[in-house]
C-alpha cells in the first residue's frame, strides 16, 4: 500500500490556479479586445470548424510584439494578422474551434504572449456547446454497397416463432427497394421491409420472421439481399436457428 501510495503524485491548488487563471504580464494594460469572450453557442459534432474573428489594439505608448499563441486544446488553432503592433496599431485574431470528437460543454481558452515565460499578456475564453450528429451513418458499421447496417446476424430459438428487425439506412442516392433471393428461403422464413421504398440517407427496417410452423429450416440460412452492387457474399444476413 505504501509503495502505491508513493505513486501519487499531488498538484498544489496554486499549481491548477496558476494554469487556470495565470498572472497577467504588465503588457495586458496595452491591449484590447473587441471582446475577450467568445460565445460560439451550439454545434453539431460533424459541423466544419467555426471560425471567430476578435480586433486587438495596441492602447499603448510602446509596441507590443506578440511572442507566441497558445489554446488549452488543440481543438482551438489562432492566428494573428501581424506580430508587431506600434501605438495605435490592431490586428485581428482568428479563433477556429473544430468540434469534431468532442462532445458536451466546453469553455477553452486562448492565450497570448508578449514576452517569454509563462505570464500572458491577456487571456481569451471560447464557450461552446457540441451536440451529437444528425448523420445516422456514423452507427451503422457494416456496409453492403448501397445500404449499411448495424448487425448482419439474426437468430432464432429452434420450434419458437419469432421476429428480428434489423435497421439499415439507404446510402445508393436514389430511393431504394430493398429484396432478396427468396429462392434460397425455406418457407419458415419470412422477409419484408419498412417502408417498402426507403428514401435516400433514410432509416429503414428489415423484418426478418420464424414460423415453425411453416416446416422445418437448416441450422444456419443465408438471406441473400438483391441488387446492392457487391457480391451475394458480402450481402447476406446470417440467421441462425438453435
Do not use: W
Not at 127 to 139: G, Q, T, Y
Amino acid at each position: 500500500m505504501a509503495a502505491s501510495q508513493a505513486q501519487i503524485r499531488i498538484i498544489p491548488r496554486e499549481t491548477l490556479d496558476a494554469v487556470a487563471f495565470p498572472r497577467l504580464s504588465p503588457d495586458s494594460l496595452s491591449l484590447d479586445f473587441s471582446t475577450r469572450h467568445i460565445m460560439a453557442g451550439t454545434m453539431k459534432e460533424d459541423d466544419l470548424p467555426g471560425s471567430y474573428r476578435v480586433e486587438m489594439s495596441n492602447i499603448g505608448k510602446e509596441t507590443v510584439d506578440i511572442y507566441r499563441l497558445q489554446t488549452s486544446c488543440s481543438c482551438v488553432s489562432v492566428s494573428a494578422g501581424q506580430k508587431v503592433l506600434r501605438p495605435g496599431d490592431s490586428t485581428s485574431l482568428i479563433v477556429r474551434y473544430d468540434p469534431k470528437g468532442h462532445l458536451g460543454q466546453f469553455e477553452h481558452k486562448v492565450f497570448i504572449y508578449t514576452h517569454p515565460g509563462n505570464s500572458p499578456a491577456a487571456v481569451l475564453r471560447l464557450s461552446v456547446r457540441v451536440e451529437a450528429s444528425d448523420d445516422i451513418s456514423r452507427l451503422y458499421k457494416v456496409g453492403m454497397g448501397k445500404i449499411a447496417l448495424r448487425s448482419r446476424t439474426v437468430s432464432f430459438r429452434k420450434g419458437q416463432k419469432g421476429i428480428e428487425v434489423l435497421k439499415y439506412i439507404n446510402l445508393s442516392g436514389k430511393p431504394l427497394k430493398l429484396e432478396c433471393e427468396e429462392v434460397f428461403l425455406p418457407k419458415c422464413i419470412t422477409f419484408e421491409t419498412k417502408p417498402q421504398t426507403l428514401e435516400d440517407g433514410k432509416e429503414g427496417e428489415m423484418i426478418i420472421t420464424y414460423d415453425p410452423s411453416q416446416g422445418d429450416a437448416r441450422d444456419r440460412i443465408p438471406l441473400i439481399l438483391q441488387n446492392l452492387g457487391v457480391s451475394p457474399s458480402s450481402s447476406t444476413i446470417n440467421i441462425t436457428i438453435e
